[in-house]
């Protein structure tokens, strides 16, 4: 599952996350449901042995200008119940050290560490290969110099980064999705190849006959218009080593139980409420020249000695408006801009009520937010003459927007904060040219 084909990657800032030549998340979603299918593909006439066992052969397809290569594993199970793949530890938990060490958990062939959590479920890792990892990852960079024409690859580097991102319940309830998407440097994009690392889709499935076992499907990305009769050969070698690979993180991993537990605690789900006369308010420099008699979006508050000044004028944002941006916006007002705030979960967005943020750094601010919300409550009061103001407020569950599979594409072809504005205690969608259609769950 967690099977790579790492690449080097220069420090940078990544302001965009352009998939190249593999075009949108929605091309590896419509991957990961073609790992599943049996339509199209072509089988290899070698079997692929892992731990002395012959697994399925491994087949190949055409998707779009590239092939994609399949092969499926059987892996003793990591979890206690391998049909309970929807708590599978996100990758920020995996590759979290800090925490895997609190546990006693150490990974034997490799390392993984954050540098930075993207959304939940989607980061950016350095990794470092060690042992038996680095003996298949440079087998399998030979076949792929052989098949692709190119020079043979250096041995592979000890230490790399890349996208990691997991998918829970997809392709269909009780599966588990994890991709892996190497980045170029040059062209700053990611790719589905580079050199002889590749972006990798990989299906986690329950054993259907074994609960102490999981079917591991992984579909790797070659480029080529075709492949002659002698392909195969290599084809089936590439896949020997990536069911090796995948032997060998399932044998690292161990047991998993207590980083599902981590994973459940590593993330607060809140929701924005009761917003009675429109939204809510932020902390501002009060402007020299304002009449507040006539401006209906500011309020400046008479607060007594010793209070922060800060706090004092409040105004109504205007144009674009979702719970995230606001939220974000708010705590950075407020000095605690080091709060990340998320709009979607596992690549889901939530409705525009509701963001996400890591719970450690939540309880770090939490006095401090608390303190200036209810300041603004009162501002809130005043500026619209009302008994009620705007709560803010853990949440049991999330609850996901409802978008047609076109509004998937990454980036999106039209900002979600772009559609959404709040009036009243509704949140509304405006109308826009070519835009996607939002409803709202019926849960919500």
């Given amino acids: 599952f967690w099977v790579v084909f790492f690449f080097r990657y220069r420090d940078c800032k990544l302001d965009s996350m352009e998939l190249g030549d593999l075009g949108t998340d929605r091309t590896l ?40 290569l399949r092969l499926s594993t059987v892996v003793k199970s990591v979890l206690a119940d391998s049909s309970k793949l929807s708590v599978f530890p996100r990758p920020e938990i995996l590759a979290d050290r800090q925490l895997t060490s609190s546990l006693g958990i150490e990974f034997a062939d490799f ?10 479920g989607d980061i950016f890792t350095s990794v470092h290969l060690r042992n038996s990892f680095m003996d298949e990852m440079n087998k399998a960079g030979a076949q792929v110099a052989l098949l692709t024409g190119s020079s043979p690859p250096e041995a592979c580097e000890e230490h790399f980064r890349e996208r990691v ?11 588990l999705t994890i991709v892996e998407i190497p980045f170029d440097e040059k062209t700053q994009t990611f790719m589905s190849q580079i050199g002889g690392h590749f972006a990798t889709v990989s299906v986690v499935q329950a054993h259907p006959q074994s609960p102490d076992e999981m079917i591991v499907t992984v579909g790797l990305f070659v480029t080529g218009s075709a492949f002659p009769l002698w392909a195969s050969a290599h084809l089936a070698q590439m896949a020997q080593s990536v069911a090796n690979l995948v032997q060998l993180t399932a044998s690292s991993f161990g047991n998993l139980e207590s980083l599902c537990k981590a994973d459940q605690n590593f993330y607060t789900v809140l929701s924005l409420r009761t917003c009675p006369q429109g939204r809510p308010l ?55 801009p080091q709060v990340q705030v998320f709009s979607s979960i596992d690549g889901r967005p939530l409705v ?40 803010i407020s853990e949440a049991k569950t999330p609850r996901f927007a409802e978008v047609p599979d076109s509004y998937l594409d990454n980036p999106p072809s039209v900002p979600l904060k772009s559609l959404i504005t709040v009036h009243n205690t509704f949140i509304e969608v405006d109308d826009m040219d070519g835009a996607p259609a939002i409803t709202r769950t019926k849960s919500c």
Avoid at 292 to 312: I, S
Avoid at 356 to 385: G, T
Wanted: hydrophobic content about 45%; aromatic content about 14%; overall charge negative.
């Fill in 282 to 336: 932020l902390p501002g420099a009060c402007p020299l020249a304002l009449n507040l008699g006539e401006d209906p979006w500011c309020v400046l508050l008479d607060l007594p000695e010793g209070a922060d000044p800060a706090f004092t004028f409040w105004f109504r944002p205007v144009g674009d408006f979702n719970f995230p941006n606001y939220l974000f916006l708010f705590l950075a007002a407020i000095g605690c």
């Fill in 111 to 120: 390392t993984y560490t954050v540098e930075e959590i993207l959304s939940p």
């Fill in 165 to 175: 991102v997991q998918w829970r319940d997809f392709p269909s309830p009780g599966l």
């Fill in 29 to 68: 979603k419509a991957s990961a449901e073609d790992l599943i299918s049996e339509d199209g593909w072509t089988v290899l006439d070698t079997p692929i042995l892992a731990e002395g066992n012959s697994n399925s052969n491994a087949a190949f397809k055409r998707v779009g200008n590239f092939f994609m």
């Fill in 352 to 391: 525009p009520y509701q963001a996400v943020v890591r719970r450690s750094q939540w309880l770090e601010v939490n006095s401090s937010f608390e303190a200036a919300w209810k300041v603004h409550k009162m501002a809130y009061r005043k500026l619209n003459s009302t008994k009620h103001a705007p709560t």
